[in-house]
């Protein structure tokens, strides 16, 4: 079961981001950026935290800023772990780097260069990339990221089999704000600061595989359902879907 998402350029209230966790999502996409309208605060961290949804996080200042290469990248990257740190954002937790357009192949390496140097300038955050499916695509040939958020525009149709989320549709009002859908898939990256310390999927795999042998071990049908909401709790927990 994939996870519900949504991102937004529109800061939340805590009540309105309790109004999307009453309409089923799981976590939003905010912008890990220094200034502007858009810009993920502090306070707002903590009112999205408090509301149960998680944070994904985004740098992206201009859509074609990937083009300035390494340069850029070392510079966006340095500024993006200083915001993160300065919102209180944990380390272990991703921040995405968006290539928000149609990239061509000729565009291709500077692309690369950009994520790959954005990537050393963040060494205790992860790093990922947000674009098309050849972004994506060719990001994740380059090894130069862990995390991989694909949008279906310029992607003309092709969804790749190994991204973390997936933005399906864009420019949807909903609870009276603008905001595009997402699809999670596990290993998002996302954080709050009320689990500063998440959980890793590898942690967390291997304390299910304790509770799937305890759960073949026994017969019982209500110690069975425990030990299965515990692994789903553990999956949620660690950003894998449930099972």
């Keep these: 079961m994939a996870n519900k998402g949504f991102d937004c350029a529109t800061p939340l209230t805590r009540a309105k981001a ?49 083009l300035g290469g390494r340069s850029a990248g070392l510079a966006d990257g340095q500024l993006a772990a200083q915001v993160a740190a300065s919102i209180g954002q944990p380390e272990g937790s991703t921040i995405y780097f968006a290539v928000d357009f149609d990239a061509t192949p000729s565009q291709m ?9 954005a990537s050393e300038a963040t060494p205790t955050f992860p790093t990922g990339v947000y674009g098309s499916y050849v972004v994506v695509d060719a990001v994740r040939a380059a090894s130069v990221c862990s995390h991989y958020w694909q949008t279906y525009a310029w992607s003309r149709g092709r969804q790749a089999d190994f991204i973390n989320i997936y933005q399906h549709l864009n420019d949807i009002p909903m609870l009276g704000v603008q905001i595009d859908l997402d699809e999670g898939y596990g290993n998002e990256g996302w954080w709050t600061l009320t689990m500063a310390n998440t959980l890793s999927p590898d942690d967390a795999n291997k304390i299910i595989g304790f509770l799937s042998a305890a759960y073949m071990a026994t017969e019982v049908q209500e110690a069975r359902d425990e030990f299965h909401r515990l692994a789903n709790e553990l999956r949620k927990a660690s950003g894998q879907p449930e099972e």
């Design 109 to 117: 390496p500077a692309v690369i260069e950009y994520i790959r140097a």
């Design 18 to 66: 309790d109004e999307f966790v009453q309409a089923g999502f799981t976590f939003v996409c905010r912008y890990l950026v220094p200034t502007g309208w858009k810009r993920l605060s502090a306070e707002e961290a903590v009112a999205l935290s408090e509301a149960g949804l998680k944070i994904v996080s985004v740098f992206e200042t201009t859509a074609d800023r990937a």
